[in-house]
């Protein structure tokens, strides 16, 4: 069965950080590119990150130099660490296989003063 499941989500002030990470598991995660992308209050879905298998990296320009993607495939985990935070961040973040089309439920990501 496959699962993945986000953790880390939560509420932070601007210029806060937050980690998320993802557990994958039921398939070949070392094989498998990863995403992260995410969907705030009445906005269509957007990827944010996406790291191949052997660690190639592309970023959307809103999170470029903020956000770090990461992976660890000892562990079938995915990781985005999120620095500088802003308002327009909020959002529910996803990750997912892309090429296999698995996804994972999300995590709320709430960036409020």
């Known amino acids: 069965q496959v699962q993945l499941v986000e953790s880390g989500g939560g509420l932070v002030q601007p210029g806060g950080s937050l980690t998320l990470s993802c557990a994958a598991s039921g398939f070949s995660f070392r094989n498998s590119a990863m995403r992260w992308s995410r969907q705030a209050p009445g906005k269509e879905r957007e990827l944010v990150a996406h790291?191949?298998?052997?660690?190639?990296?592309t970023y959307a320009n809103s999170v470029k130099g903020r956000f770090t993607i990461s992976r660890d495939n000892a562990k079938n985990t995915v990781y985005l660490q999120m620095n500088s935070l802003k308002l327009e961040d909020t959002a529910v973040y996803y990750c997912?296989?892309?090429?296999?089309?698995?996804w994972g439920k999300g995590t709320l990501v709430t960036v409020s003063s």
């Open positions: 790291i191949t298998t052997t660690g190639g990296i």
């Open positions: 997912n296989a892309p090429y296999l089309g698995y």
